[in-house]
């Protein structure tokens, strides 16, 4: 059986600040979608579904969102569904929405993901008062900074990596207009002198709370011929979960994560992705993620994966580029943060990231992952049409 | 002890909604005892305005003012309110078309003469708050109209105000059972005893503390209590430099994986009796107890040398 | 489109309260079940999908737990839908109509005993001009129901039968948490809840947990020796609100009927989640369905209802009908929402 090649025709998301006081929740997704569809030159009757996802829904106090969106997201009278799988939920959504294209179930799916931490605080949600359990002893940062050091110990990186990865992602921001932090005068010097929070890691070395949204248009091989701009291809998609905490879990480089990476390869015919790809856009909500990343997804050797940092091989102009929209570390709506990933590796390859653009970019991977690092989605987008 | 614990569980937020332009006029509205609506594109009127035309999808922004009494189209006698709702006597919940409106609004509606003067198709009107704010519960609740049926128009309306409201707070507090289930519980229970006993998984043989109810890499329940500790390893840690959120200890203080001997992966804790500067992967530790805590309240160091960084790298 | 079919089903007990169990103590021995009678282990499932909800626990991210239960291990390739498991199964379908599987788990669960679920329930509405009332379910529903009587559709008496009826049939299904009714002149006896629905009228609160594997084509037939094949799935939404709905019909269920393939030939059953006995009359006038139809042979959500569980519990139950012999073809309908506000039908049948 042969699937229906799916394509990226249109991409939307707003502005991502710290909070967007002048809408409502479907506001906010509206104005991403609508984007989305300006972009494909289609209209809300163009869609045949809705595949929505977005983080916890005890961020915005809302339970199961999707059903008083539905309204503002032309859902009425159509398919619509409901994903939440962490933090890999964006990714995963656009995952779902894909096999809605690729199974011929549907013609042309929107999908669309959202955060709006300004209706709660994302800490409270994360750490409701659960009887027995011991108190969240370190915050956000702190469940993450351990595996940063076991990093750090058995790949012998140098202090200063991710210091680098936070002042490439912030200069990257600068060139995105949609992203949340611009910090116009950011300087190695002022990350490297940041507050140590939870040390190995330091405030600029943390991603931001964000409203945001982000929406795709996906459509099978006519609707892409029909589209006025060029597509970018889905050549593989994949998803991997592990379970949160087990006897030998690695959590500097999660087995799911690996092979989450080789399976999406593999689907796209990649063998060397280091070569092949032009350009990353993966889920670095601590910098020190970016070489932890590079190695459990295969573009680095074990414990090599901070040399590709450290030698300017991840920067815009590098031969890898990672995050050149800035990335998690510069904009995070929870869960609109993977679908963006998945987006931006879109636009690279449709020569739409403006003064972000990677030159050249044919082949792009999103990456996106949640949970305790056990649930994984990506996908490889590419400039040309899949053979299959 | 009882075999298996509960306790409550509070989530309580007061969540922070801001509205966009068309909520924005309504809730204004209300609290100027004025009741707006929106126009479609093919002339409804829906009250109370949505943003986004429920058929069409088109945005909607043309207000319009409708009238403060209506028409019941779909009722509900509520003879026990629940905390929250509009009324704490027996109500009926109906759906109002205000007149001038299209579509229905959900509210509460106080009817002295109980169910049996509540029909459909029955005048109601609105009875304002005495304090209001721009909120939905600026209609205190409707009550029965018999001045009989007037006719009114939808008016067109700018939507401004003066002061307008921009947002709303939603407090919302639900009361929860929190049942943390066997193995959790023998887990607890043992604790009050300052015994930390895991689970054995018994296909792979590893033991989980604390344990969840099944080996979540074998899909199977661990039953096979083992006692485990109390001294242990440090795998990996972190410095805390800022105060966590419901937790009072002084920064800075360092949070640690720890390996208690005979468990097979770490569980969390802190280190104290120590500068924070000295803390090492690899150091030996044990808990120490406070008076009435669940938990340990941190762990110290034992004064044994370090253990091997293979000794525990599996367990990283 | 590719032959799929259900292939195995296990649900657990219903009851009222689970206190001794979590989440994934109560899941287990479903998801054992499930596997076990297709004699398969979580490496052999090519893609796991499952529905529950946060709000039902009172915790983020309660799934994760959950996922325990399943054995990740090897990692495996697994997603989640914050609903019912209904679309857990419509995930897991679509994803073996890819041909990027062979073979699903899908499993759900919801424990309702540990909140107030009428107040819960409340937490789905718009949550700037209805949720800071607080209507409940119940209340919802009555609205409903009464719009149902209004215009003449039912009456008191015949939700009353209705009731009776689905938990008369619940006494031959052993995971049922209400299989005994009164007689329908005893229940009218009873007080409102909220008029003018009683206690009869109502889904039982309850806890439980259900799976299903899915499995295509030849793999389905080595797998189970009558596999219920999935002739058509599809899913639709109303608007949110309920003052612009007409509430005594279900527009969007007859859509995905339409879209299932659901009016092309008689079901001689129908497994309908119908959690209020006023929402059975709604969507059997949707589906058209007459008196020679079996409805909600095993009681349906009115004998018991773990909210996120009891629509892929309907689909389940179809399947089942069509196992053992007793359903050539069958409906599943499942809901999510306030009074029907997202409905999902499925068609399932037999080997001809």
Request: hydrophobic content about 40%; charged content about 20%; glycine content about 10%.
């Amino acid at each position: 059986m042969v699937k229906e090649p799916v394509a990226v025709v249109g991409i939307g998301q707003t502005k991502h600040v710290a909070a967007r006081r002048d809408v409502s929740i479907a506001g906010l997704v509206r104005e991403a979608a609508v984007r989305a569809l300006d972009d494909a030159q289609l209209t809300w009757a163009d869609i045949d579904a809705v595949v929505i996802g977005k983080a916890p829904d005890f961020f915005e106090g809302v339970m199961m969102p999707e059903l008083y969106l539905a309204d503002a997201l032309g859902a009425v009278g159509k398919p619509m569904l409901r994903v939440h799988t962490a933090g890999s939920v964006g990714g995963s959504t656009a995952l779902v929405a894909c096999n809605l294209v690729a199974a011929r179930v549907h013609r042309t799916v929107l999908t669309l993901a959202f955060e709006k931490q300004s209706e709660s605080n994302a800490m409270w949600g994360l750490s409701l008062p659960i009887p027995f359990q011991q108190p969240l002893l370190a915050g956000a940062g702190g469940f993450f900074a351990p595996h940063v050091r076991a990093y750090m110990r058995r790949s012998g990186a140098p202090d200063t990596i991710g210091s680098l990865v936070a002042y490439k992602d912030r200069r990257n921001a600068l060139k995105n207009p949609y992203a949340h932090l611009h910090e116009k005068d950011i300087t190695l010097e002022k990350v490297q002198s940041s507050p140590m929070l939870w040390d190995p890691i330091r405030y600029s070395e943390t991603c931001p709370s964000s409203d945001g949204a982000c929406a795709m248009v996906l459509t099978d091989a006519v609707g892409a011929r029909r589209a006025p701009r060029r597509p970018a291809w889905v050549l593989g998609g994949a998803m991997r979960s592990e379970p949160t905490m087990f006897a030998g879990k690695d959590y500097v480089s999660p087995r799911a994560g690996k092979e989450c990476a080789a399976d999406v390869f593999l689907q796209s015919g990649i063998t060397d992705p280091r070569r092949e790809i032009d350009a990353v856009e993966m889920y670095v909500p601590f910098s020190w993620y970016e070489p932890m990343w590079l190695e459990n997804l295969g573009f680095a050797a074990e414990g090599e994966g901070w040399k590709l940092t450290e030698s300017g091989v991840t920067e815009i102009g590098g031969d890898l580029p990672v995050n050149p929209s800035g990335g998690v570390l510069s904009t995070n709506p929870i869960g609109a943060s993977g679908m963006i990933r998945f987006a931006e590796a879109a636009m690279q390859v449709r020569g739409q990231a403006g003064e972000h653009q990677v030159d050249g970019a044919r082949r792009a991977l999103g990456h996106a992952y949640g949970g305790g690092s056990q649930f994984f989605s990506m996908w490889v987008v590419g400039a040309e049409r899949p053979t299959s | 002890m009882p075999d298996v614990l509960s306790a409550p569980l509070v989530v309580e937020f007061p969540f922070t909604r801001s509205l966009g332009p068309v909520q924005s006029a309504f809730l204004t509205g209300l609290r100027e005892r004025s009741v707006l609506g929106v126009r479609t594109a093919d002339g409804r009127v829906l009250v109370p305005p949505a943003e986004y035309d429920p058929v069409t999808a088109e945005e909607i922004r043309e207000l319009v003012e409708v009238g403060t009494a209506g028409t019941v189209t779909a009722w509900a006698w509520n003879p026990q309110p629940r905390p929250c709702q509009p009324l704490d006597r027996a109500f009926a919940w109906v759906l109002v078309r205000l007149d001038g409106a299209d579509t229905a609004l959900l509210h509460a509606l106080d009817a002295p003469g109980g169910a049996q003067s509540v029909r459909t198709g029955m005048r109601v009107r609105i009875r304002w708050a005495l304090e209001r704010e721009g909120a939905i519960t600026d209609i205190a609740c409707f009550e029965p109209d018999d001045d009989g049926p007037t006719t009114h128009e939808a008016r067109p309306h700018s939507g401004e105000f003066a002061d307008p409201v921009t947002g709303i707070t939603a407090p919302a507090r639900l009361d929860y059972t929190y049942f943390p289930g066997r193995a959790q519980s023998r887990y607890i229970t043992a604790l009050a005893g300052r015994k930390t006993i895991g689970e054995r998984c018994p296909s792979c043989r590893k033991v989980y503390v604390p344990p969840r109810g099944a080996c979540p890499t074998c899909g199977v329940a661990t039953d096979e209590q083992v006692e485990v500790g109390p001294r242990g390893t440090v795998t990996t840690f972190c410095v805390v430099n800022i105060k966590a959120k419901n937790v009072d200890i002084e920064v800075p203080y360092v949070y640690v994986h720890i390996a208690l001997d005979g468990a097979d992966l770490a569980l969390h804790g802190r280190i104290g009796g120590i500068p924070y500067d000295q803390v090492r992967m690899g150091m030996r530790v044990e808990p120490v107890w406070t008076e009435g805590g669940r938990h340990p309240d941190h762990y110290r160091p034992t004064g044994e040398p370090d253990a091997d960084y293979d000794s525990y790298r599996e367990l990283l | 489109m590719r032959d799929v079919a259900v292939v195995a089903f296990a649900q657990s007990r219903h009851t009222r309260t689970s206190e001794e169990t979590s989440e994934v103590e109560m899941l287990m021995p479903v998801l054992h079940d499930a596997l076990g009678q297709v004699g398969l282990t979580t490496s052999e499932i090519d893609f796991t999908c499952s529905g529950s909800c946060d709000y039902l626990a009172g915790r983020a991210f309660s799934f994760t737990m959950a996922l325990d239960g399943v054995g990740a291990w090897p990692p495996i390739s697994e997603s989640h839908v914050e609903t019912d498991g209904a679309w857990a199964l419509y995930e897991a379908w679509v994803k073996i109509l890819t041909g990027e599987a062979e073979t699903a788990l899908v499993y759900s669960y919801g424990k309702s005993s540990p909140g107030e679920l009428r107040d819960v329930l409340s937490r789905q509405l718009d949550p700037y001009y209805v949720a800071p009332l607080w209507p409940d379910s119940v209340s919802l529903a009555a609205l409903q129901a009464q719009a149902l009587i209004d215009a003449g559709h039912t009456d008191e008496r015949r939700l009353a039968g209705i009731a009776a009826r689905s938990r008369g049939s619940a006494q031959d299904n052993p995971h049922a948490q209400l299989a005994s009714s009164p007689p329908t002149a005893e229940l009218l006896t009873a007080d409102y809840v909220v008029q003018p629905l009683r206690r009869h009228d109502c889904p039982p609160v309850g806890d439980g947990a259900a799976a299903v594997v899915l499995a295509a084509g030849d793999t389905a037939r080595r797998l189970c020796p009558h596999p219920a094949w999935i002739r058509g799935m599809d899913h639709r939404t109303e608007p949110h609100g309920l003052g612009v709905r007409d509430l005594t019909d279900s527009p969007s269920t007859r859509l995905a009927a339409e879209r299932a393939g659901a009016f092309d030939a008689p079901v001689d059953t129908a497994e309908l989640h119908a959690p209020f006995t006023s929402q059975e009359v709604v969507l059997r006038k949707a589906l058209r369905l007459g008196d020679e139809v079996d409805v909600n042979p095993s009681g349906g959500a009115l004998a018991a209802n773990p909210v996120m569980a009891a629509g892929l519990i309907r689909i389940g139950e179809a399947a089942a009908c069509i196992h053992r012999g007793a359903s050539r073809r069958a409906l599943a309908h499942a809901t999510s929402g306030p009074c029907l506000q997202q409905n999902l039908v499925a068609v399932l049948e037999g080997d001809r």
